[in-house]
């Protein structure tokens, strides 16, 4: 399946884009203490923690297909992604922009 082979508990939410629900942001901040208590989220980044406080409160998921040169790479002219990262100055966020938008 997508992600086999990347370790346990992937795919996780991880890198450029996150999207929650306004439903599952409810259930988190309901619940923020406990994830806290429940998750060893110290010296973690903000999408790790979330991703599996998220997943420990049983919301679902849906993972969609990033360009991440961190991850998975993925050319700016590839329309198959929905994001691509890191694009972290104006100009080549603007050229990357440019290339996937022809």
């Known amino acids: 399946g997508w992600g086999k082979g990347w370790g346990e508990g992937w795919p996780m939410m991880y890198g450029s884009l996150e999207i929650i629900s306004r439903e599952a942001i409810d259930n988190y901040f ?3 203490d406990w994830c806290k208590n429940q998750v060893p989220w110290m010296g973690m980044g903000e999408d790790a923690f ?3 406080c998220l997943r420990k409160l049983e919301a679902g998921e849906l993972f ?3 360009g991440d040169g961190v991850c998975g790479g ?7 992604y929905q994001a691509y990262h890191p694009r972290k100055d104006i ?6 922009w440019g290339e996937a938008t022809r």
């Open 30 to 32: 309901a619940n923020e």
């Open 50 to 52: 979330m991703g599996i």
């Open 64 to 66: 969609l297909k990033q």
């Open 74 to 80: 993925g050319v700016c002219t590839d329309d198959s």
């Open 91 to 96: 100009s080549s966020w603007m050229q990357c």
